[in-house]
Every structure is written in C-alpha cells, then in structure tokens.
C-alpha cells in the first residue's frame, strides 16, 4: 500500500524563522465532516477573488475558516475521525493541540486578501510547476521577505507551505499538530488572532500531489 508523504513548513518574515515537518502514512480515505458549514461557505464566497482560486485552494480557505470559526467542532468533526483512521497520529502534540483549540475559542474567519493570493498562487506555481524542492524561497532565489515586501505587504505576514498527496483536510490538520516542532509555529500562525488577511495557493506537484502554500498577513 503507497505511503502519504506530507511536509509541512513555516516562515515568520519578522523573524527569519523557519520549521519542517515529515509524516508518512499509509494510505487511507481521510474521513470528512457529512455536512458542509453554510456560514464558513458564504464567507468565503463573499471575498474578493474566491471563484478565481483553484479548487484545492478553495478546499483549504474552506477548512482553514472552518477551523477558525468553531474549534472545538473542528476538532469533533474533523480532527478526531482522522486520529481513530491513522493511529500513528495519537502523540503528545495530539493532547496540547485539543487543548488549544478548546482555549483559544471562535476566532475572526480569515478575509481573502488578493495581493496575498498573488503571492501564494505565485509560489505555488513556481515550485510546484517546476517540481523544484520545497522552499520559502522562489527558484530564482528570491526569499519570502523579499517576495512579500514587493507585493506591497507592510505589516507582519507569515507563510506555511505543505505538500499533499491525498488529502486537503489533513494537510491542515497536519500543520495544526505540528509534529516533532516543539515552537508550533503552524499551530500558532493557524491560530494567531492578530493575523487577519489570508492569500492561498495551490499546484499540482507531479502526477499525484499539490504544493499547498497559505501567506498569512496582520491588517494591511
């Protein structure tokens, strides 16, 4: 049975910070929520530039909102279904996660900010058309800080980029884990409620994956 290879990584541009994480699991069908969020659909559906995304990108504005508005569904729903499916997934990361999400409560859904998209579909189409390895960093070099200053970004902003091969959801249930990261950088920016504006990207990375990049930004 093939294995699932995801890979999930963060900058913080302030901080020239970065993290990676590697998870293998065997290959199942990731259980999903029965009933799609209504509110989290007309949200994002209102933003800006929604019906231009890619449909894996929209998938991941869906989840990542979905998550932000009720945590603790988001946890009953979604990520406790995933944990009783892959068992190698039950670590110490598994407990804190429950827990922060239970404490940090409802937050604001993320407002699609179009020059953000710019900046992640960019990306996205950079690495994962060029199958180059995962970077924050563009193929010519160019690195995150730099890439998001000429974007015209002028206050904090953070990228989590992953690699997927078989499931949305669990590409962002994985970066909320953050597994073997003892800083939870993803769980933190996921979770960081001073981070408001939100760009997603998405390509096919090879036949059978998708680069997944979200640029997170404070209030522009």
């Keep these: 049975m093939r294995s699932l290879l995801t890979l999930a990584f963060l900058c913080f541009y302030f901080l020239s910070f970065s993290q990676i994480?590697?998870?293998?699991?065997?290959?199942?069908?990731?259980?999903?929520?029965?009933?799609r969020d209504s509110v989290v659909d007309r949200w994002n559906q209102s933003q800006p530039g929604y019906q231009k995304l890619p449909n894996e990108a929209k998938q991941l504005l869906y989840w990542t909102n979905y998550a932000r508005n009720n945590p603790a569904r988001f946890w009953d729903s979604a990520i406790a279904p995933v944990l009783a499916?892959?068992?190698?997934?039950?670590?110490?990361?598994?407990?804190?996660?429950?827990?922060?999400?239970?404490?940090?409560?409802?937050?604001p859904m993320f407002i699609l900010n179009e020059t953000l998209v710019g900046t992640a579909q960019a990306h996205a189409s950079d690495i994962g058309g060029k199958k180059a390895p995962l970077s924050h960093s563009s193929t010519n070099g160019t690195d995150f800080g730099t890439r998001i200053k000429k974007a015209g970004?002028?206050?904090c902003a953070n990228e989590n980029i992953s690699l997927s091969s078989q499931s949305i959801l669990l590409s962002l249930i994985l970066l909320y884990l953050d597994i073997r990261l003892p800083d939870m950088?993803?769980?933190?920016?996921?979770?960081?409620?001073?981070l408001k504006e939100i760009g997603i990207g998405s390509s096919r990375y090879g036949s059978d994956q998708y680069f997944l990049v979200q640029d997170f930004a404070c209030a522009q």
């Design 85 to 107: 499916t892959f068992k190698p997934l039950n670590v110490a990361e598994t407990i804190s996660l429950k827990k922060d999400l239970l404490r940090v409560g409802k937050l």
């Design 185 to 194: 950088g993803h769980r933190k920016t996921l979770m960081d409620m001073n």
């Design 21 to 35: 994480s590697m998870i293998e699991l065997e290959e199942k069908r990731v259980p999903e929520p029965a009933t």
């Design 153 to 155: 970004i002028r206050y």
